[in-house]
C-alpha cells in the first residue's frame, strides 16, 4: 500500500527545517549504505549533527504524531531517526530495496515501512521523482514540500536522476506492530471503515461488530 499524506508539514515548520539545515555540511551518501545499494546511490546527507537532528526529528515527530491516517497505516512501533538526502544535478539513485535490519548505531530493529518527506517545491528542481515498484507498474510519486509518501520497504524503488535544481527530502523507517503489508492494508481499511462508523452511528450493533473485529485482528497479528 502507498498512502500520501498531504500537508504533514506546515510552512512554519518547513521554515524552521530549512534554518536549521542553513550551512550544514553533507556527506556521500554512499557511506551509510550497504553494499547492494552503494553501486548505485549517488547523493548526499547531512553529516551527523546532533543539535540539527534532534530539532527535526522533534517537529517533524510531532506531526506525525497528531496524523490519524499515518498512525492507522503505518502502525508504528519503532521508528529511525530522519536521514536528510540531497540530491544535485546528475545524482541518483537506482533500484534498491531497503535494509531488512537497521539501527547499527543504537537498538536493532526491523523495517517494514519507508517514508519519503519532501522539502523542496516540486517545481524547483527537475527528476527526481520517486518511483516505487507495485504489481501495477511503476508509480511515480513528486509531492509538494511538506507532504510524504509511505509504503513497504519490501518494495524496489529508485530516485530517477535529478537535472535541475535540489531535490531535498527527509527519510525514515518503521517497525510496524504488523509486519506483513498486505495484513496493514486490511487493518487500515477496515479503521478508516470503523471510524466512520464510530462518527456516524457509534451505538449501531454493525458499528460494534466492527469496531471489535478491528481489535481483535490487531491482537491476532501484532508483534510486540
Known amino acids: 500500500m502507498l498512502l500520501t499524506i498531504a500537508g504533514l508539514l506546515n510552512q512554519a515548520q518547513l521554515a524552521k527545517i530549512h534554518e536549521s539545515?542553513?550551512?550544514?555540511?553533507?556527506?556521500?551518501?554512499?557511506?551509510?549504505?550497504?553494499?547492494?545499494?552503494?553501486?548505485?546511490?549517488?547523493?548526499?546527507?547531512l553529516?551527523?549533527?546532533a543539535a540539527v537532528h534532534q530539532r527535526i526529528n522533534r517537529i517533524v515527530m510531532s506531526a506525525l504524531g497528531h496524523h490519524a491516517a499515518f498512525k492507522s497505516a503505518a502502525l508504528p512501533h519503532r521508528m529511525a531517526d530522519f536521514i536528510v538526502a540531497r540530491y544535485h544535478p546528475g545524482m541518483?539513485?537506482?533500484?534498491?530495496?531497503?535494509?531488512?535490519?537497521?539501527?547499527?548505531?543504537?537498538?536493532?530493529?526491523?523495517?517494514d515501512v519507508s517514508m519519503t518527506l519532501f522539502l523542496?517545491?516540486?517545481e524547483t528542481y527537475d527528476g527526481g521523482e520517486l518511483v516505487i515498484r507495485t504489481p501495477f507498474g511503476d508509480r511515480d510519486v513528486k509531492l509538494s514540500a511538506g507532504d510524504a509518501v509511505v509504503y513497504p520497504s519490501a518494495s524496489v524503488h529508485r530516485v530517477a536522476p535529478v537535472t535541475r535544481g535540489e531535490r531535498l527530502v527527509l527519510l525514515t523507517w518503521i517497525q510496524s506492530y504488523v509486519r506483513?503489508?498486505?495484513?496493514?492494508?486490511?487493518?487500515?481499511?477496515?479503521?478508516?471503515?470503523?471510524?466512520?462508523?464510530?462518527a456516524a452511528d457509534p451505538d449501531a450493533d454493525t458499528t460494534k461488530y466492527v469496531d471489535r473485529s478491528y481489535a481483535n485482528l490487531l491482537r491476532m497479528w501484532a508483534d510486540l
Open 92 to 111: 541518483t539513485y537506482g533500484d534498491h530495496v531497503d535494509d531488512p535490519i537497521m539501527g547499527a548505531a543504537g537498538p536493532r530493529f526491523r523495517t
Open 120 to 122: 523542496n517545491p516540486p
Open 47 to 49: 553529516q551527523p549533527d
Open 180 to 198: 506483513d503489508a498486505a495484513r496493514r492494508e486490511l487493518l487500515f481499511e477496515l479503521d478508516r471503515a470503523r471510524e466512520a462508523l464510530l
Open 21 to 45: 539545515l542553513a550551512g550544514a555540511a553533507f556527506a556521500d551518501g554512499r557511506l551509510t549504505a550497504g553494499r547492494a545499494a552503494a553501486r548505485v546511490k549517488h547523493n548526499e546527507e
